[in-house]
């Protein structure tokens, strides 16, 4: 069977087509036909007695016509009835998040991920590339930032020693990998906040950067960028600018998430600029650096994302488009934005962050998620996106155990849109062999809908976070800062 259910399965009153040995894709289908009346991810997939013939709007709906024919022939008992399948998307834009700054995944492991994702229809990369515990990108003007940036002492796991970027030709090869299987590919470089790495690598680049370290552990860090400097806001530029070049794709993310601003409130320069520019807060603050930065992507001819921050997103010029994790904002106020022209892509944590245990994010939740709220206008709806934070998620291991199965029902949910849940159980059963192909061995079935004392132990485990969150290290150097500040 088919993931993403298609959108429409029409019997043929006809034979079905037995399955030879060795049969592939290539050796089952008799024709291939470009139908200029199709849109561009649209295709039709007839199967009969003799073989498939497909006709498809683009090069782009030939290959998720193919993929679906592999999916048959993976997926059947020796054959496949005869049918015509007419496909095409609910939702233009279908996205996956990895985290790989919290934990490094190599090239390598980066291109099964994107595998998987043209294997279930995906077509957006978006890789959150920096943050406190990690910078993973080579930035040629300024080497320090991810060779000191990039290496974190301990992590919460074994406590051991944790290392990885990409060189630049790593993220062209990233970058060509997606091209080729149709999947565009997102930067995110997250500022002002989540910038410890880069303060770690360049003390001048923090308010106070002076003995900072890479994060060694959870929660958001009081280390933001000292926007107050323009030394600061001119190296970020040239992050930006290097980045813009290798992801050569429409889009930039820029984070702009869960920023604190005691940093800035005790800092000299940001205190002037602030003056400078009669702010009225630091939210007026930041919001100030995000457009600056915004508006200098757009001289690079980027779409510039941001990640939704409840107190900021009034303040932020109307073209930068939200990326709405929901991070405080209610769903009501969101489409109240939406529908005065604000573009938005939706990825909310609850329940399309695949770190979060079963428990909180089950599978039927998943699957059941309508990502464009009732009543929010479609037009400005660019699509949807799972993320996979990496904090508590070390390796591929663990990843796949958390992505599988709940990445083929956001799959589902995005590309077909009226699916039924107890259809995509019974077709997730077929893709044990598609799966493998992915090093997936085992659906997780006990873990799809915790109950009782397991769901317990997994709310424990996930509330157990909070415990390394580091907030009170925030606390103490804090208050080592602000003596600090009174003394100069
Ligand atoms: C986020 O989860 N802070 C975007
Ligand atoms: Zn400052």
Redesign the pocket.
Known sequence: MIIPKPQRIIKLDQAPYVVKAGDNAQAVLQEAILDTTLSQESYVLTIGVDGAKISYGSEVSKAYAIKSLEQLLSTCDGTIDAMQVEDEPSINYRGYMLDVSRYFFTVEEVFEQIDFMAEYKFNALHLHLTDDQGWRVEIKSHPKIAEIGSVRYRTLFKLRKHTGYYTQEDLKRIVDYAHSRNIIVIPEVDLPGHFQSAVAAYPELGCYGDGVKVAENFGVKYEVACIGKETTVSLIKDVLKELAEIFTDEYFHIGG??VPSHRWSHCPYCKAKYEALGCKNWVEYQAHFMNELASYLKTLGKKVIM?NETEITGLIDKDVIW?Y?Q?GLKEEDLVKEVNNGRKVIVSC?EPY?LDLPYSINGLKRVYEHKPCFDGMNRNNFIGAET?M?SELVPNMKVLKRRAFPRLLAVAEGIWNGSGSYDDFIEALKTHRAVLARYGVKNTPKCKYEPKGLIKLALNLWWARRVLYWGGLQNVITNAKIEKLSKRR
């Open positions: 998430d869960e990640w990326q994790w991070g944590c962050y993320c934070w």
